[in-house]
């Protein structure tokens, strides 16, 4: 079947119309998951914490970009039924039924079974009726020395408009009278976002910043009756915009819009449920909301900002600390004699990111024989090792090459301030392609041998090159001097920095060219193998299922009788399960400690493992719309290492998510944890608390 990328035929032989799970529900079901670990008593309390917090930033992006980018598309006249065959207002109007849920969820977990637990364990989390006189007097002090002078409150009048609300931030809305008229005012009063979140009153005893100024909410508005005061919290879109086609710098275009983003429509409108008719009212008017658009809930609100709580120093209370393994590149071995003689495979965290990634970089930067360095970057931290070898390395002399994508979404001002640090630094900086986004995970050292030859020395990734997250995201990275993938490789840097049209790579799929094909192709390889009577299996593990085409060409070869492994973290748009469709597939998902970040895409190929790991998601977005790659692994050992993960993972005892045909997921116990067995294995070591 031949179906032009990004779309798909709603009507295919022997495969029904409501195929595919809405993506957005699927997107909050994700989200459920994770307040589904919230709620794990068995896990550590302030882990528990963690993923409370989570729970909320998670759902604020999903406003700010998921929410946001279906309502600007109803706006304008261009939404269209999707894929599930929902209307555009039906997804809306679910969606907002089902964030609705979880919202109420997540604040009575945290009321309920959090805050309890909290307080068996001597941390406790307050309202100010709550503290004790001496705790308020202290607070009030702190308020007028640190707080007070950093206040503006804004007051509404003929003689001055309503105030505009920033995205994210969290709001007093105040209502106040002048004794000497009689005239009652509307105030808006912003907490800091800058202050803590939560302010300690006394050891281990905690209150929202908004409880502590709305007690001195008199000192803000002298002379006046403060008539009643509500917390309010405004989402707003947060996804850029950029005509690239008209954009002559796009990096001064983009500046511009970071500028605009701040003043994007409201998507959600967060009130504490004890808010009355009368300022809800006023808000929606002033904010241009509907009722729809509302989410009432018990306060406080924003516990996004929990995470200081989860970062208080109870090692007791928290996961054991580890220190990833380094036997896979061990210190004393030459990282390039190392990689001439054999592939490195290494699993993050499990294995160290410092002494293999980082290293690679670090090293060819101080390396003599080193001539050139070229490397995309996507996300990374604000101290990055990876970043300062980099520059090193410009200031060797060396040549060194960057793809910067500076349109990664949220990280595009830490994107410009690196790109900018970088090409003062003598560093070749290229900003990716019109239209598309750089999203593969490359680097590539060119190194001068001894004999005078010139050898490349790549790395492939699962996860940006970003240290603080190789902590907790868990990737896959290949490490090799391989002759093809070198070539490969150049040939892709030739793509990115000049525009060069070679596609024909050896042992890598580029999206948007060959990516999509490519695993199409191999899938259906995998039916005509179980056609012929051969070992036959399909296993993907992959952030988000999405793409209908390969969805379909996953039925299709469900309904030939091949078994199908999906490991998923987030959205998955296939229904596993269903008679004559897809009884051969199940879908599972592991959440955890660290967060499943990697891409496998594995074949049985007839006994003959074929596996790919790399970049790509498979949605529109990556296939269609990003730079992407995938590379093969070829090592035996490797490749095994590989298919065992889905062994462990798709094993009848492990814990996990299992996903039915209705869309709904449901929690397996099992004893077998996946990440706590990769913990203990070999390469890997506790460290005693």
């Known amino acids: 079947m031949s179906v032009e990328p990004g779309h798909f035929a709603r009507s295919v032989d022997g495969l029904p119309d409501d195929r595919f799970l809405d993506r957005e529900e699927s997107w909050l079901r994700f989200n459920q998951r994770v307040l589904d670990l919230a709620a794990d008593p068995s896990l550590p309390l302030l882990e528990r914490v963690r993923f409370l917090s989570i729970f909320a930033t998670n759902l604020d992006e999903f406003f700010m970009v998921r929410v946001a980018g279906l309502t600007r598309r109803m706006a304008t006249g261009i939404a269209v039924q999707s894929a599930s065959g929902r209307q555009p207002r039906e997804v809306l109007a679910r969606?907002?039924?089902?964030?609705?849920?979880?919202?109420?969820?997540?604040?009575?977990?945290?009321?309920?079974?959090?805050?309890?637990?909290?307080?068996?364990?001597?941390?406790?989390?307050?309202?100010?009726?709550?503290?004790?006189?001496t705790e308020k007097e202290s607070l009030n002090r702190l308020f007028r020395r640190q707080i007070y002078p950093v206040l503006t409150p804004l007051v509404v009048d003929p003689?001055?408009?309503?105030?505009?609300?920033?995205?994210?931030?969290?709001?007093?809305?105040?209502?106040?009278?002048?004794?000497?008229?009689?005239?009652?005012?509307?105030a808006r009063v912003k907490v800091p976002p800058l202050l803590p979140r939560f302010l300690e009153a006394s050891p281990s005893r905690f209150v929202p910043l908004e409880d502590v100024i709305a007690e001195n909410l008199p000192e803000l508005f002298t002379g006046t009756e403060i008539l009643e005061h509500h917390a309010f919290r405004v989402t707003r879109n947060q996804d850029l915009e950029v005509d690239e086609d008209i954009a002559e710098d796009l990096l001064q275009a983009l500046e511009r819009e970071l500028l605009r983003r701040r003043f994007g429509p409201v998507v959600r409108l967060e009130v504490e449920e004890s808010i009355t008719p009368e300022v809800l009212e006023l808000l929606m008017t002033e904010l241009e909301v509907d009722e729809?658009?509302?989410?009432?809930?018990?306060?406080?609100?924003?516990?996004?900002?929990?995470?200081?709580?989860?970062?208080?120093?109870?090692?007791?209370?928290?996961?054991?600390?580890?220190?990833?393994?380094?036997?896979?590149?061990?210190?004393?071995?030459d990282i390039f004699a190392t990689l001439r003689d054999h592939d490195v495979l290494v699993q993050h965290p499990y294995d160290s990111f410092t002494t293999s990634v980082e290293r690679l970089i670090e090293d060819a930067a101080a390396d003599p024989q080193v001539l050139a360095i070229k490397q995309t970057l996507y996300r990374t931290s604000g101290d990055s090792p990876i970043i300062d070898a980099l520059i090193d390395a410009a200031e060797a002399g060396k040549q060194v090459v960057v793809v910067v994508e500076i349109k990664a979404r949220f990280d595009e001002q830490a994107n410009i301030t690196w790109a900018r640090k970088l090409e003062r630094a003598g560093c070749h900086v290229v900003y990716g392609f019109v239209g598309l986004k750089t999203h593969c995970k490359v680097a590539l050292v060119v190194r001068q041998e001894s004999d005078g030859s010139l050898r490349r020395y790549c790395h492939i990734g699962t996860g940006n090159y970003n240290p603080k997250t190789a902590r907790i995201y868990e990737d896959y990275g290949l490490l090799t001097a391989d002759h093809e993938v070198g070539q490969d490789v150049s040939?892709?840097?030739?793509?990115?920095?000049?525009?060069?049209?070679?596609t024909a790579y050896r042992r890598l799929l580029v999206a948007p060219d060959s990516l999509r094909a490519g695993l199409v192709e191999r899938i259906e390889r995998e039916i005509e193998r179980h056609e012929?009577?051969?070992?036959?299996?399909?296993?993907?593990?992959?952030?988000?299922?999405?793409?209908?085409?390969?969805?379909?060409?996953?039925?299709?070869a469900s309904q030939e009788g091949v078994p199908i492994d999906v490991w998923v973290r987030g959205i998955c748009a296939l229904r596993p399960g269903v008679p004559g469709m897809s009884e051969t597939i199940q879908v599972r998902s592991i959440l955890g400690r660290f967060l499943e970040h990697s891409r496998v895409y594995a074949f049985e190929n007839g006994g003959e493992h074929e596996v790919w790991i790399g970049s790509a998601d498979l949605m529109h977005r990556n296939l269609d719309r990003r730079v992407e790659t995938l590379v093969?692994?070829?090592?035996?050992?490797?490749?095994?290492?590989?298919?065992?993960?889905?062994?462990?993972?798709?094993?009848?005892?492990?814990?996990c998510w299992v996903l039915g045909e209705s869309g709904v997921w449901t929690r397996h116990e099992g004893d077998i944890d996946v990440q706590t067995n990769l913990m203990r294995a070999r390469r890997w070591r506790t460290v005693e608390s």
């Open 95 to 133: 969606t907002s039924e089902v964030a609705r849920e979880l919202m109420l969820e997540h604040a009575a977990l945290f009321r309920e079974e959090i805050c309890p637990a909290l307080a068996k364990e001597g941390i406790e989390v307050l309202r100010w009726d709550e503290l004790a006189d």
């Open 491 to 502: 040939a892709l840097f030739n793509h990115l920095t000049g525009y060069s049209r070679d």
């Open 292 to 333: 729809r658009a509302v989410y009432r809930v018990p306060g406080p609100l924003d516990l996004g900002g929990m995470s200081a709580i989860a970062d208080l120093d109870r090692s007791e209370l928290k996961y054991p600390p580890f220190v990833p393994s380094e036997a896979a590149l061990p210190h004393d071995t």
């Open 532 to 556: 012929e009577g051969r070992p036959a299996r399909i296993r993907f593990k992959c952030n988000a299922l999405v793409d209908e085409v390969l969805i379909d060409a996953l039925y299709r």
């Open 159 to 186: 003689a001055h408009p309503f105030p505009y609300i920033s995205g994210q931030s969290l709001n007093l809305a105040v209502l106040v009278r002048d004794p000497e008229i009689g005239t009652t005012m509307f």
């Open 632 to 655: 093969r692994v070829t090592d035996p050992a490797h490749c095994a290492d590989l298919v065992g993960r889905f062994d462990l993972a798709m094993g009848a005892d492990t814990k």
